[in-house]
Each structure stands twice: as C-alpha cells, then as structure tokens.
C-alpha cells in the first residue's frame, strides 16, 4: 500500500506512524528534493539547503517534528523550527523566506491521536504524485550522511508568525472595524494566530476552542463540530462565526442567526465579490464535482464560470494553476485564494469573507442569499465493486432519476478510491425528493431493486 495519501502520511501516531518513519521519510525528502537546478547551484555555492518545519499542538507532534528536525539536519538540511502554527502558515513561510521545502506535522480535523507529515516543495506547493512516490521509493535507499560542518542546524523561526500576520492583513481589501466575530480555533494550530489577526483587522473577537493542551485537537470543537459555535455567535449577538479545523486550512461560518454558511456559499460570495472589483481572474471559479447545484445557478446568473475538478483540494489547485485563475475550493471550507496562498487558508478565508460584509455592510444571511442550497443526500453503498458505478443497469438508473429531477436536480455517482463502496449524491429541490432518490438508486447500485 502507498505511504502517501491524498494528503501527504497519515496514521496514529505512535502506530503506523512512528519516530522512525518520521526521521527515515524526512531523510528521503531531503535526497529527493536537495535535486535540481536551484538545490544544486545552492550547494555549489557552500550553501546548505533550508526547510521551515511546523506543527498543529497534538502532543505527538512534539516527538514527530523532532524526528523530522534530526533527519533533515543529518541530511545537511538546515532547520527553521515555527513551532505551533497553521499548515497554510508553513506554506506561505516556505515561499516568504525562499526556503527549498518544508515539512508540517498534523492530521487537520482527525483526532488527536493520530497525527500526519505533509510535505511542501519550492514556493509552499503541494508535491505531485509522482515526487511523493520518488520519495517513498528514497525511504530504502542511501542516504545524505555528512559530517562536521556540513551537518544542518536546527534554529527556531522567531518571526514566523509575525510574518504571517502582517501578510493576512496585508491581503484585506476592508478592515473588520465594528464587526463582531466569535473564532473556533478547534484548540488547534491557529488558537493564538487567528485571534490576534482579527483583533488587529478590526474586529471585536470572542474566542472559544483556543485552549490546545495537546490531547483536544477538534474534540467537539471547530469546523466538524459547529454547534457550540452557532450557539456563541446568538448567545453574544456576534455577526458571524468562523470556525477553523485543526491545521487551519479549512473555514466554515455560522450567520446571526446560527445557520451555517458552508465552503459553496463562502466560494459564491467571494467569487461575486472579486468579479465587482476586477479581480477574479478569467471571471472563472474551480470548484469540485460534490459542490452544490445551487452553486452553479448563482455562477451562471453573476456571469462567471463555473469549472469542476474531481473531489480534493489538489484537484482544484491544479486546475487553478493551469487555468490561472484565483478562487477555486471545496463545499468542506477548503477555499484557496491564489493571489495569496498556495493552498487552502482558513484565516485567510474568513478575513476575507468578514471584510465582504464589512465592505458592504451587509450581514452574513443577506450575502450568502445570493445562492440558494438545494437538498442534498450522500448515500454511502459499501460492499460493491467500484466498477458497479458503471454497468449499465445503474447508468440507466442514473439517466432515468436524471431526466425525472430535470432542472431541479442533480445526480452524480462517484466510487470510493480507497474502499470497496459507491457513494450515490442527489440534490433536489426539497429533502424527501432528495431522500427517496437517493435510496432507489443506492438499491439499484445494491442489486436490491431493478434498474428504473
């Protein structure tokens, strides 16, 4: 089974995920990407390669970036230690200091015992397949042993979240002044960033989830888990809510009315938003097939394109590089804005939106009218084959619900890339229509009911 997933190596800590693999993984990082013509006019000068390493609060975090830190440096990698801070932090660090890669250490909104090491090139980019496998086949291979003084050295990063505040609140085109914002920092890697970078916006901040003591990562807290949040935000009267993931890549909000505004809503505002002011380039957002039918109306009806990737941030980010254009996301708060990150940014994101409706001065409820959500059903049929989602009964299955819905509704079937499972995903125009195709077609992808 391949190391990497989708994104970079996850497991629990301490199981799969060990020391030793950390030490042996970075060892091979630093054989594959200490390569080409940059690297090696670097160490042709006498210059020793530099990584930025960081990591959300688990308290294996602590031992994994140690181990990270150890076999960079005895691969002659210099190390720039940013200690707790969000992946998009460390991916904005790598490019702002010109560093030759960097390692973050967190498993996002899984729970606090398992943990991940996710691995950005040049320029604080995701790495392709096909360097991530190059890697991994480094892992049983020589490694970089120098000695004496070509050995790396391990410094801490002093200024590493001062340079990321100042660049989150260079990128604003509002302040915040007079919003009232409650933050969930799901006791994760943005619990002291994102609260001091909407105080400094402007914003008049409530904190909850900003407490890590290693062990609470997401534990009931933050953009899986919204309803304290929602609760917070009436019990204050605060505008709006933003709610991070463990890492901070991620953002969802809660209206004052504590109604979620989830990664479609925050994409069409933005999106709409960006076109009035000339910057959204090619007047094209990338968004994934699961985004919501309601997504692609409000596109069409602003006059902007709507392009669709396969399901996951990479996808989106590859079709925005390609294309060059400047928002793409996903329904989850995965929402990349590439005039300023490279990856998904959710203090980022929610600065942004909160600037919208200060810009505006609108609440939350009014810009997100903009797209109407239709129902939508995800049904998980596990125990098939993932070619079942493309024999000829379910197809004409398929066609038939598709034709029944018309304009008013959407199917789409989408086999599992790591399990033997076809998830079957229908919007409609109300819930029990939703429901009820969802399950006839999950029968039929069953074998339980014969193709309509």
Avoid: W
């Avoid at 200690?83 to 390692?103: E, K, N, R, S, W």
């Avoid at 049929?381 to 066609?399: F, I, K, N, P």
Wanted: hydrophobic fraction near 45%.
């Amino acid at each position: 089974m391949a190391l990497f997933g989708t994104d970079g190596v996850r497991g629990l800590a301490n199981g799969p995920l060990t020391a030793e693999l950390a030490l042996t993984l970075a060892q091979a990082t630093a054989v594959v990407l200490g390569q080409g013509r940059i690297a090696e006019a670097r160490k042709a000068a006498g210059k020793r390669l530099t990584a930025v390493v960081a990591r959300d609060p688990r308290v294996s975090g602590e031992f994994l970036s140690a181990a990270v830190a150890a076999g960079l440096a005895s691969s002659g990698v210099d190390v720039l230690d940013a200690g707790v801070l969000p992946t998009p932090a460390t991916a904005f660090l790598i490019a702002d200091i010109d560093a030759d890669f960097g390692v973050m250490i967190s498993a996002s909104h899984n729970p606090a015992p398992d943990n991940g090491i996710k691995i950005f090139a040049r320029g604080g980019v995701k790495l392709p397949d096909v360097v991530e496998e190059r890697i991994e086949a480094a892992m049983s291979g020589p490694k970089l042993q120098p000695t004496g003084g070509d050995v790396g050295r391990v410094r801490r990063f002093a200024d590493a979240e001062d340079r990321y505040v100042v660049h989150l609140l260079a990128s604003l085109p509002h302040r915040l002044t007079g919003l009232r914002v409650v933050l969930d920092c799901a006791h994760g890697a943005a619990s002291g960033v994102s609260p001091e970078t909407f105080r400094d916006a402007g914003a008049h901040v409530t904190v909850i989830g900003a407490d890590p003591d290693g062990l609470n990562i997401n534990d009931g807290v933050g953009s899986t888990h919204l309803e304290r949040l929602a609760a917070e935000v009436i019990r204050t009267g605060a505008d709006v809510g933003i709610a991070h993931d463990g890492d901070a890549d991620r953002c969802l909000a809660i209206d004052a009315d504590g109604r979620m505004v989830d990664g479609d809503q925050i994409m069409a505002i933005l999106a709409v938003a960006m076109k009035s002011r000339g910057a959204l380039p090619g007047d094209t957002l990338v968004a994934t097939v699961m985004s919501n039918l309601g997504l692609h109306r409000a596109m069409a009806a602003h006059g902007i394109t709507l392009e669709q990737t396969a399901v996951g941030d990479r996808y989106v980010l590859e079709r925005m590089n390609e294309g060059r254009f400047g928002l793409g996301g996903e329904q989850s708060g995965h929402v990349i804005l590439s005039e300023f990150a490279t990856t998904g940014d959710g203090l980022l994101t929610g600065l942004h939106l909160c600037a919208e409706m200060a810009r505006q001065r609108k609440t939350l409820a009014e810009l997100a009218s903009i797209m109407t959500v239709f129902p939508q059903v995800l049904v998980n049929v596990r125990g098939v084959e993932r070619s079942r989602a493309t024999d000829a009964d379910v197809l004409a299955a398929v066609s038939a619900a598709s034709a029944a819905l018309g304009d008013t509704g959407r199917v789409l079937l989408r086999p599992s890339g790591t399990e033997l499972m076809v998830r079957v995903m229908v919007e409609a125009s109300d819930e029990e229509t939703a429901h009820r195709v969802a399950d006839e077609l999950a029968a039929v992808v069953r074998g339980d009911a014969p193709a309509a």
